[in-house]
């Protein structure tokens, strides 16, 4: 969603719950993407919280340091919101010009959204400008509370870069999930799942459907075992990812398993719950295949727990597959290893201010 406009580049900045991420794009003569930049910091555990900014100054000198380190020269950037204050739906009204909507959307999406109209920020795009039969047309409705929009914006700011777009992190992902893969004409499912939240973007014959964001993530993982064992965060993040072979006996390996199924299962259950819900509401719909992405796609067994679940099969999304990559530039290990945390970056680099 384009709440900004400003020049024509601009960096995606992502603004996780657990890094801060930049990632710039350039394209080639023959309209390819190059990747030009990114890089990431890791924040410490309070610094958001439940999409809220805790700690301004530790984000702030996060993403300086990066602006900094990859010398990137462009100030315009564009970043993302996630979150129960962000409302996606899609809404039938009366068919009516771009500009009529426009005018009328303010009251129009007063009965669509839980909050006060005077308090969020409003875009729409319309899905079918034919209309049907009934003279009525799909329209793609987005509302996102103001006092977080205008945080990330604060925090953006005080790095000394500039807002060219304020998008939605379900739409950045299903940008970079466009740029690499054949969009199909059935129904398939992009669940991002971060440190703090799960996003979940339903495209149905290459338009949303559905959109959820569950207040769960990666980060439950780490608390639980941080739990279980009495150990720091750190510690814990640690052991979520692959053990501590410094001191390969200091756990059982097995009460470490226990807990990242525990918990896998749980966030798979709450993942088919969503999707369970709209497919129950669109008849004779089914899911053919779901991609994850972010940093808790590769927690052991959650990706089984929920392809077992949802009956359809599993892929973690890679955003640099139809991207270049200098090798000269980039460590191929490492972009790989991170590839699932950077869809959001990617999908945020590829806008243009001023597009939809």
């Known amino acids: 969603m384009d709440w900004f406009s400003r020049s024509k580049n601009a960096v995606g900045l992502d603004i996780g719950s657990s890094h801060v991420k930049v990632l710039e794009l350039f394209q080639t003569k023959a309209k390819n993407y190059r990747l030009g930049?990114?890089?990431?910091?890791?924040?410490?555990?309070?610094?958001?919280?439940?999409?809220?900014?805790?700690?301004?100054?530790v984000i702030v000198d996060a993403i300086r340091e990066l602006i900094q380190r990859h010398r990137i020269k462009t100030r315009d950037v564009i970043a993302s919101v996630a979150g129960h204050s962000v409302i996606i739906k899609r809404i039938n009204l009366p068919v009516m010009t771009p500009d009529e909507l426009e005018e009328s959307i303010q009251w129009e999406a007063e009965q669509y959204i839980p909050f006060d109209v005077n308090d969020v920020n409003i875009d729409v795009q319309i899905l079918d400008e034919a209309g049907d039969e009934a003279g009525q047309m799909e329209v793609l409705l987005v509302a996102a509370r103001k006092e977080l929009v205008n945080e990330y914006v604060s925090l953006i700011h005080e790095a000394g870069l500039t807002p060219a777009i304020i998008d939605v992190d379900a739409f950045a992902i299903e940008n970079a999930f466009e740029l690499n893969y054949d969009v199909p004409d059935d129904t398939i499912a992009l669940?991002?799942?971060?440190?703090?939240?799960v996003n979940i973007n339903v495209i149905r014959r290459g338009v949303t459907a559905f959109t959820r964001d569950l207040g769960m993530g990666g980060r439950q993982v780490t608390e639980e075992i941080q739990r279980a064992l009495n150990i720091s965060f750190e510690e814990a993040e640690n052991m979520k990812?692959?053990?501590?072979?410094?001191?390969?006996d200091a756990v059982v390996p097995e009460e470490i398993e226990g807990v990242i199924r525990t918990v896998s299962?749980?966030?798979?259950?709450?993942?088919?719950?969503?999707?369970?819900?709209?497919?129950?509401?669109?008849?004779?719909?089914r899911l053919s295949?779901?991609?994850?992405?972010?940093?808790?796609?590769?927690?052991?067994?959650?990706?089984?727990?929920?392809?077992?679940?949802?009956?359809?099969p599993i892929e973690v999304m890679d955003p640099f597959r139809n991207i270049e990559i200098d090798e000269r530039s980039f460590n191929p290990r490492f972009?790989?290893?991170?590839?699932s945390q950077a869809c959001v970056a990617v999908g945020?680099?590829?806008?243009?201010?001023?597009?939809?």
């Open 37 to 57: 930049n990114f890089g990431m910091v890791r924040l410490p555990p309070e610094a958001i919280v439940d999409g809220a900014v805790m700690n301004a100054s």
């Open 191 to 197: 669940v991002n799942i971060g440190s703090g939240s």
């Open 241 to 248: 990812v692959g053990g501590d072979e410094r001191d390969a």
């Open 265 to 285: 299962e749980s966030i798979a259950t709450e993942v088919h719950r969503s999707l369970d819900f709209y497919l129950s509401t669109a008849a004779g719909d």
């Open 289 to 312: 295949r779901i991609y994850l992405s972010g940093g808790g796609a590769h927690t052991p067994g959650l990706g089984q727990a929920i392809s077992r679940l949802a009956n359809a």
């Open 335 to 339: 972009l790989q290893d991170v590839a």
């Open 348 to 356: 945020l680099a590829l806008r243009v201010p001023g597009d939809k």
